[in-house]
């Protein structure tokens, strides 16, 4: 099971306590969102008591000289509201920005240390949501619990004024405020499985979608455009039903509501019996009608925002047991910074998620500057063992050393910093040809134009660079998609030629070019295997007579361990696979 997909014991409470957690960096612009918002309802809890005064001192005494004093106060007392609903609102806005900038980017640093084990378990739409949806709905949770804090403060601070205007007022408003409260309580397990199955389904089409993208070629190719638009069109009105679900669930924590809708005619009911008894004053009547409905704003602002904090929960807690589930890769280890680059790899095993066994009992030793040639069917093994020597995986069993290092011990960022890797199809990304090749170094930032240029020209690169319109700068679209395959190769070449790795892990990608681009990127991996430990796997006759050593295997198990000569002579895998593979297409001169 995928360790974000178990099961958490993680409730609304605890969600909300590690949420705050996150304001912690920032308690001084929480301090002054605090005073700002407390000094704006303060002023607020004023204008009941002045609309009293208004009615009482103005209308009913005819007190024509209190008129302009009244005014000019409450006029003051409005600029101060705004200069300090302002001040807040500023503060919190920076708050929320950078709690949410420090969740997206935990999320990502994390993601970037996690081993491969989890990329091949998750779907591109999978971890996508975890950056963007999820971490929106963490940061949203952030925001609830912060209102929720602040409505309890303007609630307590309401609710003292109205105990201190009239302890019998303050009694009869109990009543409502527990049934506000009350029902979003009530209504919480609903609410939350309603917010799992829209996360859920937000997922599913954020996958269909990226698949979908990326595989426009082929949807097109197989015409099956229409069909594919009405997956989406599926899966987005299954949102939708959900989505209608989750907000009638919510709905239904609002019926505390219906508490203030009752008692509000009540209340004037009763108030104005008394004003006409002579018990009380309209103006009395008024601010205390007043008083009660600034007591419900606070209650209906964190009623509103724990149905907020409930339906985003599920995507917080997503976030959590991601950041706590899933172990990252180690960061300490020795700082092999000087590899000589000898390789031994002493009866290792490995499995994919316990799996059946892709390599069994694989040992050799390849000594610094030799090339090492892998050959045999596919499905053999032969793209594992590329994978294991820069700890992409971890054996299951055995020891990878490097210069008598066991990786396991080393640094990984310094091991890999020393390894260059070229695959079958590299991945290029967006950006000029020039920010591409430049990211293969050690240090980017203290790469120059000329060693860029040197790199691309050991590539056989400069050339077809030059012809461009833009030169270093065109721009190649993801994935290199304006480049063609010969050229991305010539890139990735580069790219590894200016980090001067003492390791070189290559998988040959030469079918699909033609005879003239084959033999300009042939050129360009002589001159970069050469003086480097590096491991092939081999698809030309040229890799294979020239290589050090050949390590012949099937069914993840090294069959056969020498030279070209040498396993001829043999006359068992290596040869078969000579005849089939290599002198059908190519005769040695």
């Known amino acids: 099971m995928n360790a974000c997909k178990k099961k958490g014991n993680l409730g609304s409470g605890r969600i909300a306590v590690r949420l705050l957690g996150y304001l912690k960096p920032y308690w001084s612009l929480v301090l002054l969102c605090m005073l700002f918002q407390g000094g704006m ?7 009941p008591w002045m609309e009293g005064q208004f009615f009482d001192r103005v209308i009913g005494e005819k007190d024509a000289d209190f008129l302009p004093i009244l005014v000019g106060t409450w006029m003051a007392i409005a600029v101060v509201t705004y200069l300090t609903s302002i001040g807040f609102a500023y503060f919190f806005a920076k708050v929320t920005g950078q709690t949410r900038r420090d969740m997206q980017l935990q999320v990502y640093q ?23 949806s999820d971490t929106a709905s963490a940061a949203e949770g952030i925001l609830a619990s912060g209102w929720i804090i602040l409505a309890g403060i303007e609630f307590a ?17 109990i009543p409502f405020t527990l049934a506000v409260v009350g029902l979003p309580v009530l209504f919480r397990r609903p609410v939350q499985n309603a ?6 389904e937000r997922e599913s089409i954020s996958s269909r979608l990226q698949e979908g993208i990326a595989g426009s070629r082929e949807i097109k190719s197989l015409g099956h455009e229409m069909r594919d638009m009405g997956l989406i069109r599926r899966s987005i009105e299954t949102l939708i039903r959900a989505e209608v679900h989750q907000r009638l669930i919510g709905g239904l924590t609002a019926l505390g509501g219906l508490a203030s809708w009752v008692g509000n005619p009540l209340f004037f009911f009763i108030g104005g019996k008394m004003v006409l008894d002579g018990h009380i004053s309209l103006g009395f009547l008024w601010m205390a009608n007043r008083y009660l409905n600034l007591l419900t704003v606070p209650l209906y602002q964190a009623q509103n925002e724990y149905q907020t904090l409930l339906r985003t929960s599920e995507g917080a807690k997503r976030v959590f047991m991601f950041l706590d589930e899933n172990p990252t890769e180690p960061t300490d280890g020795i700082e092999a910074v000087d590899l000589q680059g000898q390789v031994r790899f002493e009866d290792v095993h490995f499995s994919y998620n316990g799996a059946s066994e892709v390599l069994q009992n694989v040992s050799f030793e390849v000594q610094p500057g030799q090339i090492a040639a892998l050959v045999g069917p596919s499905g053999a093994g032969k793209s594992t063992i590329l994978n294991l020597i820069p700890r992409l995986y971890t054996p299951t069993q055995g020891q990878i050393c490097v210069d008598e290092h066991d990786i396991a011990t080393l640094n990984l960022s310094a091991l ?36 860029i240029v040197a790199a691309a020209t050991a590539a056989n690169a400069h050339g077809f660079i030059t012809q461009l319109t833009d030169g270093y700068a065109t721009e190649i679209g993801e994935r290199g998609i304006r480049l063609s395959g010969g050229e991305r190769q010539r890139i990735a070449i580069a790219r590894v030629l200016i980090r001067n790795p003492k390791l070189l892990l290559l998988d ?22 050469k003086g480097r430990t590096s491991f092939v796997i081999a698809h030309r006759l040229s890799t294979v007579l020239n290589a050090d050593v050949i390590l012949a295997m099937e069914n993840g198990k090294i069959v056969e361990i020498g030279t070209h000569q040498e396993l001829l002579a043999q006359g068992r895998l290596y040869a078969r696979l000579y005849h089939l593979q290599f002198a059908a297409s190519e005769a040695p001169k």
Request: proline letters at 4%; one cysteine or more; charged letters at 20%.
């Open 508 to 529: 040959e990608a030469t079918s699909a070019l033609d005879s003239e681009t084959e033999r300009v990127v042939t050129e360009a991996l002589e001159r970069l295997l």
């Open 41 to 47: 309802r303060a002023t607020f809890l004023v204008f």
């Open 195 to 200: 917010s799992k199955q829209v996360l859920q």
């Open 110 to 132: 994390h993601l970037r240390f996690l081993p491969c084990r989890f990329y091949d378990d998750h779907t591109t739409g999978q971890i996508m949501a975890y950056i963007d």
């Open 157 to 173: 601070i309401t609710l003292t004024v109205v105990f201190w205007v009239n302890p019998w007022l303050g009694l009869f408003s």
């Open 416 to 451: 890999r910093s020393q390894i260059g890797t070229v695959f079958q199809d590299p991945y290029l990304f967006s950006g000029s040809i020039e920010e591409n090749i430049q990211m293969g170094a050690r240090h980017p930032e203290s790469v120059s134009k000329k060693d």
